[in-house]
């Protein structure tokens, strides 16, 4: 029984050996540090995808999020 015990305290510390040696001086993961702001997001008035103002294209009172969709909503005619 002794010799069982033994067995297992020496296994025990062999683990917490290796444990530490594989992880010398590892730091815990740093969060993520917060996105700058770069200003306001608007929706695109056709597809509803979110963009920042910055990068839309505006027509009239409406934001688009890409040429094409304030070209191809002019074109259908939708002035609300």
Same mark, same amino acid.
């Given at each position: 029984m002794r010799i069982l015990l033994l067995i297992a305290a020496i296994v !025990?510390?062999? &683990?917490i050996v290796? +444990?530490?040696?594989?992880? #010398?001086g590892r730091k +815990? #993961? =740093?969060k993520p540090g917060r996105i700058k =702001?770069? !200003?306001a997001v608007v929706r695109c008035a056709h597809c509803g995808v979110h963009v920042p103002q910055f990068e839309a294209y505006r027509s009239g $009172?409406? &934001?688009?999020? $890409?040429r094409d969709h304030a070209l191809e909503d002019k074109s259908s005619g939708s002035d609300d």
């Open positions: !025990g510390v062999f &683990m290796r +444990t530490l040696l594989r992880n #010398p +815990t #993961p =740093e =702001e770069q !200003g $009172s409406k &934001m688009y999020c $890409s």
